[in-house]
């Protein structure tokens, strides 16, 4: 039984001009390996328990690109579990958003002529065990390789979008397109601050990195010389890490603020202090408290992301053009 209640089925046949996406990672954006975002490193720290494994195999960041002469291209997925109950793709052309679609497809959509550039944004919040793209029979495509400069992005559930509404709108998402680079997520809802996250990210190679953690920690009673412990030794990393290195302190939390978020944003100053090369972003600074942002109290909604993601790109812009 898939992720959505339904059961597999066979991807159709059709007129179209199928691409084995299986052997064409210079396709793929935010990847691995076709597909897959994670590194071994990374599942292996994510492997419990069960629901966190499940949140690190979505498909989360993962996309297509390629510039075609395409009038018409299909696409299809085959699910696995999902985190949420959110099988939404995003289709994006020249850069700006042109189609929205929900579950496993086929999905057939006419495009404009010309040459343009494509990105399929892969359901963000599901796993993706088999996919199919296809273009009409007399495209041509090549692969788009995006923007010289990549970001990566470690953190939990709000870096992975996990309460927007589709991964178009998930704040890494926003938050790449605003800076033009082009982006890595390995966020993992659930997690907390980790040196062993950061480490994993770090090994994938990029120009900048940005990192937020912490409310977990608050929820999860993590102790507070262990948050102090890791929360070092992921700064050490970034204080290593050869690009930009940026992290976050947690965001307003409305449901829990009398808890000690405000301890461990002192220790993430504190760390990140010995180490100049890192800019320390206050998450306070550049989220509103509003509830109108929030699904839960804690976690943005699809305009909370927005506003989080624009103003993070405000702060980090002026150090990435030095």
Request: hydrophobic share 40%; aromatic share 8%.
């Amino acid at each position: 039984m898939l992720g959505n209640g339904r059961e597999p089925k066979d991807f159709e046949e059709t007129d179209m001009k199928r691409i084995e996406l299986e052997s064409r990672n210079d396709l793929f954006r935010g990847c691995v390996a076709p597909g897959v975002r994670m590194n071994e490193a990374l599942l292996e720290l994510y492997r419990e328990p069960e629901k966190r494994l499940l949140r690190a195999r979505c498909a989360t960041g993962v996309r297509v690109a390629m510039f075609t002469d395409a009038v018409e291209v299909e696409f299809s997925f085959r699910f696995g579990a999902a985190a949420r109950q959110v099988f939404t793709a995003d289709l994006q052309v020249d850069g700006v958003l042109f189609a929205t679609v929900t579950g496993e497809g086929p999905h057939r959509i006419p495009l404009p002529g010309g040459e343009k550039e494509l990105v399929l944004h892969f359901p963000h919040l599901v796993t993706a065990e088999e996919f199919s793209f296809a273009v009409d029979d007399a495209a041509s495509f090549r692969p788009a390789p995006g923007p010289e400069r990549k970001l990566l992005i470690c953190g939990d559930s709000i870096m992975q979008g996990m309460t927007c509404t589709t991964p178009a709108r998930a704040v890494g998402t926003i938050l790449a397109a605003r800076l033009g680079m082009e982006f890595h997520n390995t966020s993992v809802g659930g997690a907390t601050m980790t040196a062993a996250a950061v480490r994993g990210t770090c090994a994938i190679g990029g120009d900048a990195i940005v990192v937020a953690f912490g409310i977990n920690d608050v929820f999860l009673n993590t102790p507070v010389e262990t948050f102090r412990k890791e929360c070092a030794g992921c700064c050490r990393l970034l204080g290593e890490f050869p690009g930009k290195a940026f992290i976050v302190t947690p965001i307003p939390c409305l449901k829990k603020e009398n808890g000690p978020v405000e301890e461990l944003r002192e220790i993430i100053r504190q760390s990140a202090g010995a180490f100049p090369r890192i800019t320390v972003i206050e998450g306070p600074a550049i989220f509103p408290a509003e509830e109108e942002f929030y699904v839960d109290g804690t976690h943005p909604n699809d305009a909370g992301m927005a506003v989080y993601a624009a103003r993070l790109a405000r702060i980090m812009d002026p150090h990435l053009r030095v």
